[in-house]
């Protein structure tokens, strides 16, 4: 669905309330009557400023009362507030002190896409991956309990957060510590219950007031002395509130579970907030909010409005129509592959729309499984299918294939299972910054027995290392980047390559590039400054070991370059190779420096990093002077 952006204010609105409120202190300030003509203004705020840099966007406009309610009942920062994800904090990032910086967002030396704790001091914990709130609020609840210090955490989770494993790990964890602490539900997809209304707002403020809490207490000491009235009484509460509202789970688990409330009732949420606050233990509240809410568009489709891009003033001058995105060749293979093998079973930890695999579902939905935010899940249950005679296919970003080693090693690779891993946006992914990048998968999945890891440096080697992977039996993993490539023609079909075999690029003489993925193009370029030899090397494992001893043999210089840490990575490989076999000869390896690179423009951080065409030629000449 194409996105319309008419709605969204070119000019900065009239926010006189906001403009009292830059902080939470200052938004203390304000009496409740308030806070309903402040969240108007918040909503217009984030709708312009996101506008104006692009970036996040429904989550945000979901959170709007439920941020303000918060830092309103809650003395932020001294009270610990922790987001979940981060798609959701832009609203918290205008209310504490970052609201004239918003234009910066996700610009290099800007403000972070993220809660980001050298950035502000209400930005309690860094975020990037889903589903570490609980854990880190509760990890704060206890260290300041252990200080002995009063002050309260709360962790906000939601955006489908909650389907992870280890938040649930966290929620068990919780009671039997007895961590005074609070978790907000932010169930802006109605995946656990439906808002029941008036009645479940009405439940809320009893549920959570201290009038209830006190007569509960009192009870129990009463019923206590009465042999089996306690435990009659407890059950009956326990049915009543399970026939009301959909808490029995959380209760179970140790939890005081409160709500749905609806999480755009200011009143409410301030009342239900204030009351919880005071309340020792496991707190949970669950609030139903709509992603988007207020911006219409947004409402009705909120997966394509998740995010947007920066509005421009006037309509560019047309582009040089670029080729499908490296997700697009990956879905439109596993759709042709499928269709040619009913083995291919494909799997993806919530990234249906980011990995590309829509017409997939859509086309072969018995063969679609899409397991949440779940990573862990998503490996071991593609090791289970394999062991039955399945080929799965899982398709998963770079850095979140980091939150499944154990299973990628263990459960796929010491048993030698056959399936493939697909694995999206490695290397440097821009905007984003260093928790979204994939920047070390060349290096952990190297060092795995067994793993065929290969890098295209095309579409069009994409596609065929796609089949190449599929095709062969055991673990296998093609990484590709973000965004376009060179538009390089398709071939139809669905031919393998050579597995451990590179190709000569260009001979040339003196110097020998060797290019592990994408990063071919700008070697090709300084290839023909600087009339050196280029090299596609395809595989970093098993490496094409002929042919690097050949380039050894005929240059002066080799150098590896890839869009990965150093360490470990690719160019590691070739140096392993060379000094196991007693040859010597001068390296350069050009790849991701240690550290974590800053969010910018992709462009500017291949620059930074020397990945460009200008930073290699400079690199190269340089280790040249030096010999």
Known sequence: MP???HEIPRQRPATPLLDRAATPVELRRLSEAELEQLADELRQE???????????????????????ALHY??????DRLVWDVGHQAYPHKI?????????????????AAFPRRSESEYDTFGVGHSSTSIGAALGMAIANRLRGEKRKAIAVIGDGALTAGMAFEALNHAPEVGADMLVVLNDNDMSISRNVGGMSNYLAKILS???????????????????GAWEIARRTEEYAKGMLVPGTLFEELGWNYIGPIDGHDLPTLIATLRNMRDLSGPQFLHVVTKKGKGFAPAELDPIAWHAINKLEDAPKAPKKPAGPRYSNVFGQWLCDMAAQDARLLGITPAMKEGSDLVAFSERFPDRYFDVAIAEQHAVTLAAGMACEGAKPVVAIYSTFLQRAYDQLIH?????????????DRAGLVGEDGPT????FDLSYLRCIPGMVVMTPSDENELRRMLTTGFLHNGPAAVRYPRGTGPNAPLEPGLQPLDIGKGVIRRQGRRVALLAFGVQLAEALKVGETLDATVVDMRFVKPLDEALVRQLAAEHELLVTIEENSIMGGAGSAVSE??????????LLHLGLPDRYVEHAKPSEMLAECGLDEAGIEAAVRKRLDSL
Request: proline share 3%; charged share 20%.
């Open 46 to 68: 984030l709708l312009y400023s996101v506008g104006q840099t692009g970036g996040h966007f429904g989550a945000g406009l979901g959170v709007i009362e439920l941020t303000i």
């Open 3 to 5: 996105k319309t952006f």
């Open 436 to 439: 979204h990048a994939g920047s």
């Open 73 to 78: 009942i809650f003395d932020t920062p001294d």
């Open 209 to 227: 007031s201290r009038t209830y809490a006190s007569m509960r207490e009192g009870s129990k000491k009463v019923l206590s002395r009465l042999p």
């Open 577 to 586: 190779f060379l000094s196991s076999k007693a040859i010597v000869k001068p």
């Open 411 to 423: 459960d796929v690779a010491v048993q030698d299972l056959d399936v493939l891993f697909a694995i």
């Open 95 to 111: 209310l504490t002190g970052r609201r004239q910086r918003m234009g910066t967002l996700r610009q290099k030396d800007g403000l």
